[in-house]
Nanobody
């Protein structure tokens, strides 16, 4: 695998988790890292993104103020801190090395789908399940 998300689990409402994304086999700092999630029966949504240098971060409105994204380029890793978790945050979370702008990653799925760019060079890994229960 070239990307692997980890750190998911079962957490109570209001709890926190820290997801990690480990990369190998490609030049990590050539890419922005996007975080996506997909809940059962729902389409995939981009929730956060960090630029290739780590200086710029982006969030969807649904997670702004609760989630924090970061990356460590020398270690080829990225992280997503999830705080104040709610049942609607239950989903499989994925990290991806993306070639689209971070602003597109965190836009509504229909906007991202309409964005015209060859995404064949992207790297996606298996997700990690986050379950928020009461």
């Amino acid at each position: 695998l070239q990307l692997q998300a980890s750190g998911g689990g079962l957490v109570q409402i209001g709890g926190s988790l820290r997801l990690s994304c480990a990369a190998s086999g490609f030049i990590f700092d050539d890419y922005a890292i996007g975080w996506y999630r997909q809940a059962p029966g729902k389409e995939r949504e981009g929730i956060s993104c960090v630029g290739s240098s780590g200086e710029r971060t982006y969030y969807a409105e649904s997670v702004k103020g609760r989630f924090t994204v970061s990356r460590d380029n020398p270690k080829n890793t990225a992280n997503l801190q999830l705080n104040s978790l709610q049942p609607e945050d239950t989903a499989v979370y994925y990290c991806a090395a993306v070639v689209v702008p971070c602003s597109i990653v965190v836009s509504p799925p229909a906007v991202e789908s309409a964005f015209q760019r060859d995404r064949s060079r992207e790297h996606w890994g298996r997700g990690t399940l986050v379950t928020v229960s009461s």
